[in-house]
């Protein structure tokens, strides 16, 4: 057994006890009688898929909300929290995924802010930089207090938002997909911290779409699905099957949807690409008609710049595109479109939707210049593709007139898809298609790519889980600082051999 998880999760003192609570909106049961318990100095990892109610309990335990029904018991005493500052109060605090940083404060500042230690009517400086250095180094950052927070890789500043909470002598940290922006260095650097806190006493709610971060830190496993409890998994009976079985309620044995078949012709032929961010390395590939192709590599590998350049957002250092054997000058996004591409980007907040509008308003968005009529839109003709890309992406809102930033992430991302296929693209680049869903999701996501590789689409996606690169490609490029390192078919794609390409141990392919 590793050192330092707990061998007995349940025979540890109760931290947390929750008992029946529940939870409606408007039309919405959000909680039913939900039950679980949280040990001290033990990792829970909370699991369901979107919609599921997580966030709903995460809240109600941190007093965000309230709950209709239910009891709440804290070290053996019934609680009632009803406000953040109770919250904190008995030390729950929750860190979101979002992080809640003051950008333009420094790191002093944004630990104690609204709690400065006061001398002589002044706030004492000397004292927040001396209990900050002692916070920042339980969380393994050697960092100067003055420090911006602004300044700060994404990574650090989840680090600080950690240390804030110990700030509060937090004993129960709640953590919303803490990894979910982080690099491969930074994941592995708050592994350790939460593997360290868990060993000091702190108990940690930990809340990921990542199965294999979970398998990796979580000594018990709770699971919901629909609002209600679907079962616990203890350290020894964490698997990614049995996870997944108790947050869909069947067994996923077929998770992937790919079927490899003969591909068409060449779709996009790419020769002597060189990026903006790597000018230097020439990149080469083709792909074919109904052909799915991963793109793996370690985060700063080129792979998303690849995508970029191919539309049109990032200028072109060199080389040639042909879509269909006919060569395109794609200088712009708009030009990329004409030639047949379709990009759904790694964020899609803040690059693939417009948060503040509709559904069908988004789902519409890039065909709008082809339904006008007398410089009018034709309203008519977006009902129609609103009712036809909801319907065939299974989106899931009340209404084509719900504003988008309420659909739950899984969604979204239906509603980005539904976007450009509204388009009909010869070739479509999803970069991290399923970062950030659900479970459930995430198939859907794979059964779509897989009907638009019979129907003769050629995809090509770039995803960080090596699981999904190796469960939906027909062969793989591999990225290595810049340069397309390897390309692997599909009959020897393995964790290994990629990440022998991903880390520069494989031949590079030479440029063409």
Do not use: C
Request: aromatic share 4%; hydrophobic share 45%; net charge negative.
């Amino acid at each position: 057994m590793e050192q330092g998880f707990n061998s007995d999760p349940g025979l540890l003192p109760a931290l947390l006890e929750v008992s029946g609570i529940g939870k409606s909106f408007p039309g919405v049961r959000a909680l039913r009688d939900v039950s679980f318990s949280v040990g001290k100095g033990e990792v829970v990892a909370v699991l369901g898929e979107n919609g599921a109610g997580k966030s709903t309990l995460m809240k109600i335990l941190a007093g965000v909300q309230t709950p209709d029904s239910g009891l709440l018991r804290f070290d053996g005493e019934a609680v009632s929290v009803r406000s953040v500052a109770e919250g904190l109060s008995l030390g729950i605090a929750l860190i979101h995924q979002e992080l809640n940083l003051a950008t333009n404060l420094s790191v002093g500042a944004n630990l104690f802010l609204g709690r400065e230690p006061v001398k002589h009517g002044l706030i004492d400086e000397k004292e927040i930089a001396a209990r900050s250095r002692e916070l920042l180094g339980r969380v393994g950052l050697d960092l100067d207090p003055a420090t911006l927070v602004g300044d700060l890789p994404i990574g650090r500043q989840q680090l600080v938002e950690i240390a804030k909470a110990l700030s509060i002598d937090a004993r129960l940290l709640i953590m919303d997909e803490p990894t979910s922006s982080l690099s491969q260095g930074e994941t592995e650097r708050l592994f350790e911290v939460v593997k360290d806190l868990r060993d000091k006493g702190v108990s940690i709610l930990y809340i990921s779409h990542r199965l294999g971060e979970v398998v990796e830190l979580a000594d018990r496993v709770v699971v919901l699905r629909d609002g209600e409890n679907a079962g616990e998994l203890a350290r020894g009976e964490i698997t990614h099957d049995r996870m997944v079985g108790l947050m869909v309620g069947r067994d996923l044995s077929q998770f992937y949807a790919h079927e490899p078949h003969s591909p068409g012709g060449v779709a996009l032929s790419v020769s002597g690409l060189r990026t903006w961010a790597h000018p230097a390395h020439e990149i080469s590939f083709e792909l074919r008609a109904g052909e799915i192709v991963g793109m793996a590599g370690l985060v700063g590998a080129g792979r998303t710049e690849v995508l970029q350049t191919l539309f049109g957002i990032a200028p072109m250092r060199g080389g040639t595109i042909a879509v269909d054997g006919e060569a395109k000058t794609v200088a712009d996004p708009r030009a990329a479109i004409a030639a047949g591409l379709a990009l759904v980007p790694e964020d899609r907040k803040q690059q693939g939707l417009i948060l503040d509008m509709t559904v069908s308003e988004n789902l519409s968005l890039a065909s709008v210049s082809r339904d006008q009529r007398a410089g009018l839109l034709n309203f008519a003709a977006e009902r129609e593709l609103t009712g036809k890309m909801t319907r065939r992406m299974r989106i899931k809102t009340p209404s084509p007139r719900q504003i988008v930033r309420f659909l739950s992430g899984g969604n979204q991302q239906k509603v980005v898809l539904g976007k450009w296929l509204a388009m009909k693209p010869r070739v479509l680049l999803l970069d991290e298609p399923t970062r950030g869903i659900d479970i459930g999701a995430k198939r859907e996501i794979y059964a779509l790519m897989e009907e638009l590789a019979r129907e003769g689409v050629a995809i090509l996606f770039v995803s960080s889980e090596l699981e999904e690169v190796i469960g939906m490609s027909d062969r793989v490029l591999v990225m290595h600082e810049g340069r397309l390192a390897g390309e692997l078919p599909r009959e020897a794609l393995g964790e290994e051999a990629i990440m022998r390409l991903a880390t520069g141990k494989g031949t590079p392919l030479p440029a063409a």
